[in-house]
């Protein structure tokens, strides 16, 4: 019989040690769900402001860029007006001439 008494002290301590840690739990529970986390964005912040000003100007000059492109696009010619109209003319009077030849 007194292994019996042992054994049931032995489990009734254990029981003891088990509900003292699960209110422990409880308690530390509680804690971490009435724990509001705060959050320093100053920092972020600053890093995040100067890397918005760099993009900026990054943007601008690729605008910059683009449109002194697009304005060399719009001016650039292959040739000159001059020598296609010249080039049209000698075509026309080519062709004219060799029709002027086959018609006589």
Do not use: C
């Not at 530390?28 to 918005?52: C, F, G, P, R, V």
């Amino acid at each position: 019989m007194t292994k019996l008494e042992e054994l049931t002290a032995l489990l009734v301590n254990e029981i003891n040690y088990f509900n003292q840690g699960v209110e422990k739990l409880d308690k530390i529970n509680i804690q971490l769900k009435e724990t509001k986390i705060k959050m320093d964005l100053k920092a972020y912040k600053s890093i995040i402001e100067a890397h918005q000003q760099k993009m900026d100007s990054h943007t601008k000059a690729i605008e910059r860029f683009e449109s002194r492109f697009e304005n060399k696009i719009k001016h650039a010619k292959i040739y000159p007006t001059w020598a296609a109209v010249l080039f049209i003319v000698g075509v026309l009077f080519g062709v004219v001439s060799f029709l002027f030849i086959l018609i006589k």
